[in-house]
């Protein structure tokens, strides 16, 4: 069984600060994507990162996959309290159809 | 309108009920799945759905009886259900399934379901 640890678990920090979070696995993936999903509602994609040592960006938010393809990192510059929610890594190339999830970060800015 | 939708929203039920959970999606893709959310684990892939024919059990127990009749429509019917059943039900789609990276997923809402 594939397993996808992220850390922390819990984040809250104050707006305008930074902050990174990570997914680390010892499995191989074909690529990993990076989702937030909000209280009462499904995840939403942010990014999907394929080729080991890709960096992408989306506003304020940085995703890193590691050059392995093992890990991943996801970095928030001058956080704002509508990044709020949860973040989880899922990925690919596990052998099977479907996606492998963390168990997420749950992130909160306060204004 | 809304890519991918799940009904009802909330559900509550009894151990000895039957009742369904139905998902469409109006993105033209051709795969689907279920998943499950609970406290404190990972979202766990249950069921998989490329061009109606199921490719995937990730070992569910027969108490939940996945079944697509056509590439926009999945259901999930359910009897006698535990306790340990309450999660969030979440559907997702993509353009196709396996493993390639391209076939992002879109997720609907979720089904909230408690069971008493």
């Known amino acids: 069984t594939q397993l996808l640890e992220q850390s922390p678990q819990f984040l809250s920090i104050q707006e305008g600060e930074n902050l990174t979070v990570y997914c680390n696995s010892s499995?191989?993936?074909?690529?990993l994507q990076w989702y937030r999903q909000e209280p009462g509602e499904g995840p939403v994609l942010l990014v999907t990162v394929v080729t080991g040592g890709e960096v992408k960006k989306l506003k304020r938010l940085t995703f890193q996959f590691g050059d392995a393809r093992k890990d991943s990192s996801l970095h928030i510059t001058a956080a704002q309290p509508g990044d709020t929610g949860l973040y989880l890594c899922?990925?690919?190339?596990?052998?099977?159809?479907?996606?492998?999830f963390g168990k997420g970060t749950h992130l909160i800015i306060q204004p | 309108e809304t890519g991918v939708t799940q009904t009802p929203r909330h559900l509550v039920m009894g151990m000895t009920n039957k009742k369904s959970l139905k998902c469409e999606q109006h993105?033209?893709?051709?795969?689907m799945y279920w998943y499950k959310q609970s406290a404190k684990k990972p979202l766990e892939l249950m069921f998989v759905y490329n061009f109606k024919e199921q490719t995937e059990n990730n070992s569910v127990p027969s108490r939940f009886s996945p079944e697509c009749p056509n590439s926009s429509h999945l259901f999930l019917h359910l009897h006698t259900l535990q306790p340990e059943d309450s999660a969030l039900y979440l559907c997702a789609s993509s353009q196709d399934a396996g493993p390639n990276p391209t076939y992002e997923q879109y997720f609907g809402p979720g089904t909230r379901l408690t069971v008493t």
């Open positions: 993105l033209g893709h051709n795969a």
């Open positions: 499995s191989v993936f074909s690529s």
């Open positions: 899922a990925a690919t190339g596990g052998g099977a159809d479907g996606l492998t």
